[in-house]
């Protein structure tokens, strides 16, 4: 390049251009000592023999700059550098690009989270037509189902207090018409007319418990406390309810102790002391009888 630039130089006339000094910097990794005498003893030889000094003209000198003389190994060895840069920055924008979404996100889920409280309602005042409406009318109590047969018909008769209604159904469980013969049923139903006032019946309930044994006679009896206790053949009657429990438990019945508790929550002492005088009076008068038909 310099002998170039000299032979240049030598083609044009002495004013038309300066004359052109290279002075590189030594290269240390690439000539050696002798090379570098050489150059500089060309260098010399070439200043001496240049015109230019007689016509004024400063020499200009160039130096080669720094970074075409680095060696190549030593750019090539900066890329692990720059590449480990590069994923540095990658890193904090994808971060940085993460804070900004989940700040984005935040408020819109905290809005969906919280529920609104229910708001109080404010009670409703009737107004004065609605106050002034009459109120509705109680729906009529569904009418009983008639009965479907001759024996359902007398049975309610029965139960109503029809005193011929009475020995009918009794008549009826005693011969087995229409329902199973029960002598026991037909026994309470004519002590039943007979209390209340038929002394036919009275006579008819003491042919049929006649023969029978105590603990039928029993059971008879509490049958016969339990109708007046729950109103059944006449009106609720508690006095005539505890009499007959405490002639059912004279007869062995031992339920009839528990029924007798329970009346004597709702009876007075008056008349718990008439229904005893009651069933002692009964069963005097009829062990009486029963000595005169032995």
């Not at 804070?99 to 404010?122: I, M, N, Y």
């Not at 047969?149 to 008549?171: I, K």
């Not at 008349?271 to 038909?293: C, F, I, M, P, Y």
Request: charged share 25%; no cysteine.
């Amino acid at each position: 390049a310099r002998s170039a630039v000299l032979l240049l130089g030598h083609g044009k006339s002495e004013r038309s251009a300066p004359e052109l000094v290279l002075r590189p910097e030594p290269l240390v990794n690439q000539a050696s000592e002798d090379e570098a005498e050489q150059m500089r003893a060309a260098d010399s030889a070439a200043a001496e023999n240049s015109p230019s000094s007689d016509i004024g003209i400063r020499k200009q000198a160039f130096s080669v700059p720094k970074f075409l003389d680095q060696e190549p190994a030593r750019s090539r060895r900066s890329w692990p550098l720059w590449v480990a840069l590069l994923a540095i920055v990658l890193v904090s924008v994808v971060a940085a690009t993460r804070l900004v979404r989940v700040h984005a996100v935040r408020p819109s889920t905290v809005t969906q989270t919280v529920t609104k409280a229910p708001e109080a309602q404010a009670p409703q005042i009737p107004s004065a037509a609605e106050k002034e409406k009459p109120e509705p009318a109680p729906a009529t109590p569904p009418a009983a189902a008639e009965p479907s047969s001759d024996f359902e018909l007398l049975a309610q008769r029965a139960n109503e207090g029809d005193v011929h209604a009475q020995m009918d159904l009794a008549e009826a469980y005693l011969k087995g018409d229409e329902v199973p013969a029960d002598r026991a049923k037909a026994a309470s139903w004519y002590i039943m007319a007979g209390e209340n006032g038929s002394a036919e019946a009275k006579s008819r309930s003491i042919a049929v418990t006649h023969g029978m044994s105590s603990p039928q006679i029993g059971e008879i009896r509490f049958d016969v406390g339990k109708m007046f206790m729950q109103g059944i053949g006449r009106e609720r009657d508690d006095v005539s309810a505890y009499k007959w429990f405490e002639l059912a438990k004279a007869a062995g019945d031992i339920r009839a102790e528990s029924q007798e508790a329970a009346l004597e929550q709702k009876m007075s002492e008056s008349e718990l002391v008439k229904a005893r005088n009651q069933a002692s009076d009964w069963l005097k008068s009829h062990s009486g009888k029963s000595k005169k038909q032995r």
